[in-house]
């Protein structure tokens, strides 16, 4: 096992003693802040030596192997949150994308990711080499599928992306999302036996519409037409989880309306993500369902960081919020679209988040609900971790014969 270097153990010890350092006396609190981010963003993508002790439970289940490669589905059984059933294509075949090209998309070439995706039967999407796939239309996709990016740098981008819309058990792993736009108004295949009408899809990097059992994780998205991740329409048991998102307005978007009560049902994970440079808003903004937002790094934001209308129940545990420097956008949260009269009753807790340069959370409710039951779905690690447990966010960089 590699020992960590002097500097980068003083950096985790400085991480994991946040109360000492808060309470120094230091003549200068702005530039302490200055100093973190630059130390979390040196180090960061130098943490991943250390996946077999992070903390993290889906990277300490499987990036230790040094045959993941020869073991790729097993990913599958290292879920975690309210998606942890998603079992993608573990149960089936793996198919081998060859080509990047999506040259019809009513009948797809073989050997193209949207051949792939519209299967009837299940299969383990993996890519032969380094692409990056510019679609025409929005890739639709059937149930029980995975698309997994290890051991090659796939990119999304320049076109439509991707929609997983009243489907189920899917996996998105390891994928460069980005620069996705509108499309649509088009013929569109989303099965071997269907294809049809399809209207102008809104820009998003994932949109899961109606769709259970999802899981996204260990990807980078950013600068999307609208959101990096929405989740509407009744959609639910969902992760979204490892991923390095930056470069956005609205982030992330769970619940489709304050009218559409069925997202009442809905229930999502948000864990150990980071959430870096550029983003404004929306991280998420949640309607009507339960959230469990728990050990993700915030360094970023300039309006808000989590928001929400129509009586969601959001459980932030064990998050590091560092607020910007501007004075007016130091809270975290932001009740919409209701009085004050309202969402004083709507069930939002901070329990163990660290906040940073003056970050506060305004919490809402009955404190200790037992509503809170249907928006926990794991167990949180403590704050001061979050810098190892997220470090290797994003696509991950995998070669074939070592640790990834």
């Excluded at 950096?11 to 003693?17: G, N």
């Excluded at 979390?40 to 030596?49: D, E, H, K, M, P």
């Excluded at 309202?342 to 970050?359: I, K, P, Q, T």
Aim: aromatic share 8%; charged share 20%; with cysteine.
């Amino acid at each position: 096992m590699a020992i960590p270097s002097p500097s980068l153990s003083i950096f985790l010890l400085f991480l994991m003693t946040p109360a000492l350092i808060l309470a120094s006396a230091v003549p200068d609190p702005e530039l302490v802040v200055h100093e973190v981010h630059k130390s979390i963003n040196a180090s960061r993508r130098n943490l991943g030596y250390l996946s077999c002790g992070t903390g993290n439970p889906i990277d300490d289940c499987w990036r230790c192997d040094p045959n993941w490669e020869k073991n790729r589905q097993r990913l599958a059984d290292c879920a975690i949150g309210f998606g942890k059933n998603a079992v993608g294509g573990r149960d089936g075949r793996i198919y081998v994308v060859t080509d990047p090209g999506d040259y019809d998309v009513v009948n797809p070439k073989p050997g193209t990711l949207r051949y792939a995706v519209i299967q009837d039967e299940p299969l383990w999407i993996i890519f032969a080499r380094d692409m990056t796939i510019r679609l025409k239309e929005e890739l639709i996709m059937n149930s029980f599928k995975t698309i997994d990016g290890r051991g090659a740098s796939v990119h999304i981008a320049g076109g439509p992306c991707i929609t997983i819309q009243y489907v189920t058990n899917i996996i998105i792993h390891g994928l460069n999302i980005h620069d996705c736009k509108k499309g649509g108004n088009a013929m569109v295949r989303d099965s071997p036996r269907h294809f049809g009408w399809r209207t102008v899809s809104d820009g998003d990097g994932v949109s899961i519409f109606g769709g259970t059992h999802v899981w996204v994780d260990h990807c980078s998205l950013s600068n999307c037409d609208d959101g990096l991740v929405d989740a509407i329409h009744g959609s639910t048991a969902i992760t979204i989880s490892n991923n390095f998102m930056t470069h956005h307005d609205k982030v992330m978007l769970l619940g489709h309306s304050d009218t559409y009560t069925q997202d009442k049902n809905m229930q999502a994970t948000i864990a150990f993500n980071h959430f870096g440079e550029g983003l404004v808003q929306r991280i998420p903004r949640c309607r009507h369902g339960y959230f469990h937002v728990v050990n993700n790094d915030y360094t970023h934001w300039e309006m808000y960081a989590i928001g929400g209308s129509a009586n969601p129940t959001i459980n932030s545990q064990g998050n590091r919020f560092a607020a910007p420097d501007r004075a007016f956008s130091k809270e975290v949260t932001k009740h919409e679209d209701a009085p004050e009269s309202e969402w004083r009753n709507w069930n939002w807790r901070s329990e163990g988040d660290l906040m940073v340069n003056g970050a506060f959370f305004t919490a809402s409710g009955a404190g200790a609900s037992s509503s809170y039951a249907r928006a926990s779905s794991l167990g949180a690690r403590p704050s001061a971790l979050v810098g190892p447990i997220t470090g290797s966010a994003g696509a991950l960089i995998c070669k074939k014969g070592a640790r990834c």
